[in-house]
């Protein structure tokens, strides 16, 4: 090209230039043999200069501070991209400006090779920037780190309060354990209908205690994000026939008629979490007996056959002829702590965590609840949960260690139990049940009592000075083996996995305090005859 023609070549890109970018809202360069020749007015704003005029005499080095992020010289960087540039024809890439005040800010930077013969090299430089877009992404990033400290500390106070109410309620039963105990205890002896009359009344606001207690853990599980569901099968005849029996009772003695019934299609074993589902139903039909003074409550399980292979959709309906409540009543029915009517609440009592609670359990397990209530006209609440074909009821704990029963005439039972009154509680009921035994305070007198008698069953609490159950249990296996007594946890933990520990740790079963003389009974009728 004749050198005419170039500069006439040169000066028309010049005049591009201002008609191209004038008008663009980024900033841009044209620089000729690395000098700025021209730049559009959304440089100049940029930059911070008061015109174009007084920008262009400015050398490109003084826009960029001596160092980039990378700690690389900002001229020798900037020679390398420029070279890309010429290379490639376009090169993006992030790039720290300094503005003529000497802030620096960071900048998305398109280079684009506009001429190059060897001798004359022309670029258009187009600069976005980013002081907002990083300025929003640190203050996202910010929002997301302060969103996680506090994620963390609400975690925390939630552990803590579950951690809490675990430890209150260890104490609560084990004075209740002594409280409902002596009740057990005396309503063993001759007594006057006054007298029988008067331990019922305690064994019926213990027994509601402990109930509240077990709402009040489950709502703290369930909101801590701790709660695990098992799945093993189960015999639905088994479950709904048990749930029932709790209620014949009280249900025959308000002339109320308590019935229950499964359609053909339910199979006999499913599975899921027994515990959870008798929860929700014992909950359901509790409610119905309370709320039902004269009339009909049903317990029916009802199944249809999904596509998928041995998968059942079974409803769980508790229907009463009960006081019913009203469409607004019906509202509040699924918050904590609160009751439809408040005249109810007083005249029934409760928390009014139950529904709460079974809401909760029935989102863990993808399932539904449906309400239908008239005021003065009952209630009915239908439970929806899909559920597995089972085969077998493997739901009973099986321990491969209980081989031999004991006679009850030779056995001799070990009570571990650091709490005086828990001790007292536990003899005097072993005493009535006519067994013979000896008590220690803690794990190391328990190892020194096994190596002088040979016991048939130990009643081991968990919560001792010195060593603890779970510890006392494994030097018990590691130094008698298959020849150690049963072991019984005795405790006043009420969480499951408090149950799992002891049975992983090699204890044979679990008993949950408060401790009364048909769950001792249960466990001595198992392991001695």
Known sequence: MMPNNKSLLIKKIYSNFNKAFEKCPDAV??????????????????????SKKDFLPIAPSKISPLLQPDGTSSKTKALKLVQRAFSQGVHNFRWVHKRLNNQNFPCDVNLINIYDDGVDQILYAIMKDLTKEEKSLAAKKQAEKESHKSLTRERQAIKNQSEFLASMSHEIRTHMNGILGIVDLLNEGDLNENQVELLDVMRTCGDGLIIILNDILDLSKLGSDQFELESFSFDMKKCIS????????????????????????TPQYLIGDLTRIRQILINLLSNAVKFTEKGNISLRAISKQLPKKNLYQVKFIVEDDGIGISPENQKKLFRAFSQGDKTIARRFGGTGLGLVIISKLLDLMDGKIEFESALGKGTKITVTINLKKGQSDDNAFVDEHANTVHNKSDSRILIVEDNIINQKILALTLDKLGHAYDTVTNGNEALQALEKTQYSLILMDLQMPEMDGLQTTGKIIEKFGDNRPYIIAVTANAYREDRDLCINAGMNDYLSKPINMNKLKRILLTYIK
């Open 29 to 50: 360069t044209l620089t000729h043999n690395g000098v700025i020749v021209d730049c559009n007015d959304a440089l100049v704003t940029m930059l911070g200069a008061s």
């Open 242 to 265: 048990d749930i029932a029996y709790l209620f014949f009772h009280q249900s025959s003695k308000k002339k109320t008629k308590l019935t229950t019934s499964i359609d053909q299609i």
